[in-house]
C-alpha cells in the first residue's frame, strides 16, 4: 500500500459521475458485458483491449436488489458498537460526512474483487451437476487501483478498544428478500483482525469517484477475501466485542450440500483461477500463429506459474507471465499457439501461486456453487489456412 495525504479529486467529475441521479447499468456499454439479472459479468472476449486496471464502466456488477441513488451531501457513515470507547449506540453514533472522508490521510491499493460464484456456470456445463445461483462463466472479477481511508484507521479515529472483535459493514440498498424471505440490508460480520489489515473504506476507483454501481460515495474493498466482504453504498459499521452474525455469515457464502459438514465456515479467501481473454468457442486462424493472452489470480498469493494446453490437457507449455502489479490483483501472460489444422481445441489454462497451490482438474460439487477453481475447458475453432 502507497500511503499519501491530501486526496483530491476533481470536483466536477461528481456531477459527471451522475452521482445522485437514476441507477441501473446505464454507464456500462452494453457490448462489453453479459447480462445477468440485477448481475452483468464482463465479457473475457473484450479484455484484449484492457490494460490493467479494468475502467469503471467495464467493472462486473453484482448486486442483491439494485443500485440506490445516493447523495454525497447528506450522506454519513456512522460507527456505533460496544467495541468503541464509550459503547455509542446505532442511535447516536459517531458519524463522518463524505467531505471528512475525503480529507482524512488516504491509502491507494490496486487489487481485485471477485464474486464467491464466478465461474459457477460450469458447474454445470463441465462438471454436470447444476447449482443455484447466477451461472456466471468467468467475468465476475475485475482489478482497479482503489483510494480511500484505511478502515483500521477510521476505526481508531472511533475510538477502537483492543477488546473489539468483530464489525459489521451495512449497505444502504434496498433490504433483499429472496423467496419471500426478508434478510434485511445486505451485511456481513468481518473479523477485526482482516479490518485493520488492509481493508479500505474507499470512495475513488482507478482516479475516479465510485461509479454509482460500484457503491457511490463509499464501499468497502477487502483485499483476497470473497466480493460479499466488500460492501458498497457503504451506509454504517458496528463494532463489536461479540462475534456477530447476519444471514451472510451463517446461511450464504458458507459452503453446503455436496460432502461438506453442515456447519462449513463462513468462506474468507478466494482460491486460485484463470482465465482467457477469448470467447468460449472462439474463431482463429488454422496453420497462423496466434498469440494467447490471459489473466490468473489468486486470494492469498502472487501467481508463480502458468500452464497453458491445446490439446485438452495432454501436453502443457509454460505462458510467458508479465509482471505482477500487484500481489492482490492479477498476472497477465501471453503464449504464442499455432493451430496446426482446421477444426476445435480445447485450450486450458492452469495456474500455480506462490503457496504451491494449482488448479484442480475438477471441483468438488456445493449446492450454491461456490468457488469454482477447476481449470476451465476453453474449446475454440481453428479456420482457413
Ligand atoms: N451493499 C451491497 N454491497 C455489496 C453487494 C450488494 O448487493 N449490496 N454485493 C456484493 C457482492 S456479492 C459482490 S461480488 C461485490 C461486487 O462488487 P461490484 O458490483 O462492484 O463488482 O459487491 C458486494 N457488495
Ligand atoms: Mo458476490
Not at 459503547?87 to 472522508?101: A, I, Q, V
Not at 498476472?331 to 477444426?343: F, H, I, V
Not at 485450450?347 to 469454482?372: I, K, M
Amino acid at each position: 500500500m502507497t500511503r499519501r495525504s491530501g486526496p483530491r479529486l476533481d470536483a466536477r467529475r461528481l456531477a459527471r459521475s451522475g452521482a445522485g441521479a437514476a441507477t441501473g447499468f446505464r454507464d456500462r456499454p452494453p457490448e462489453g458485458f453479459i447480462a445477468r439479472d440485477t448481475n452483468a459479468e464482463m465479457r473475457w472476449d473484450t479484455a484484449t483491449d484492457l490494460d490493467y486496471l479494468v475502467p469503471g464502466d467495464r467493472f462486473f456488477v453484482r448486486n442483491h436488489t439494485t443500485t440506490p441513488a445516493i447523495d454525497p451531501q447528506t450522506w454519513r457513515l456512522s460507527i456505533y458498537g460496544d467495541g468503541l470507547s464509550g459503547s455509542p449506540s446505532p442511535r447516536e453514533p459517531l458519524s463522518f460526512s463524505y467531505h471528512e472522508l475525503r480529507q482524512m490521510p488516504s491509502v491507494d491499493l490496486t487489487c481485485a474483487i471477485e464474486c464467491t460464484g464466478n465461474g459457477r456456470g460450469f458447474f454445470a456445463t463441465q462438471q454436470g451437476t447444476p447449482t443455484t445461483g447466477t451461472p456466471w462463466t468467468l467475468g465476475a472479477i475485475g482489478v482497479a487501483r482503489w483510494r480511500g481511508v484505511a478502515l483500521g484507521d477510521l476505526l481508531q479515529r472511533a475510538g477502537l478498544l483492543s477488546s473489539a472483535e468483530e464489525v459489521m459493514p451495512v449497505g444502504l440498498d434496498a433490504p433483499y428478500v429472496d423467496d419471500g424471505i426478508d434478510h434485511g440490508r445486505v451485511r456481513r460480520p468481518l473479523p477485526i483482525a482482516k479490518a485493520l489489515d488492509d481493508v479500505l473504506v474507499a470512495y475513488a476507483m482507478n482516479g475516479e469517484l465510485l461509479p454509482p454501481d460500484s457503491g457511490f460515495p463509499a464501499r468497502l474493498v477487502v483485499p483476497g477475501w470473497v466480493g460479499i466482504a466488500s460492501t458498497k453504498w457503504l451506509g454504517s459499521i458496528e463494532v463489536s466485542r461479540q462475534p456477530l452474525t447476519s444471514p451472510w455469515n451463517t446461511v450464504f457464502y458458507r459452503m453446503t450440500g455436496g460432502d461438506y459438514p453442515p456447519d462449513s465456515p463462513p468462506l474468507t479467501t478466494l482460491p486460485v483461477k484463470s482465465a482467457f481473454e477469448l470467447a468460449i468457442g472462439a474463431r482463429l486462424p488454422a496453420r497462423r500463429p496466434t498469440v494467447l493472452h490471459g489473466r490468473s489470480w489468486s486470494g492469498t498469493a502472487r501467481i508463480r506459474g502458468v500452464e497453458v494446453s491445446a490439446d485438452g490437457g495432454r501436453h502443457w507449455t509454460l505462458a510467458r507471465l508479465s509482471p505482477p502489479e500487484s500481489p492482490a490483483a492479477w498476472t497477465r501472460w501471453e503464449l504464442a499457439w499455432t493451430p496446426p489444422s482446421p477444426g476445435v481445441y480445447e485450450l486450458r489454462a492452469r495456474a500455480t501461486d506462490s503457496g504451491g497451490v494449482t488448479q484442480p482438474d475438477s471441483v468438488p460439487y456445493n449446492s450454491a456453487g461456490y468457488h469454482f477453481w477447476a481449470v476451465v475447458r476453453h474449446p475454440v475453432t481453428a479456420v482457413g489456412g
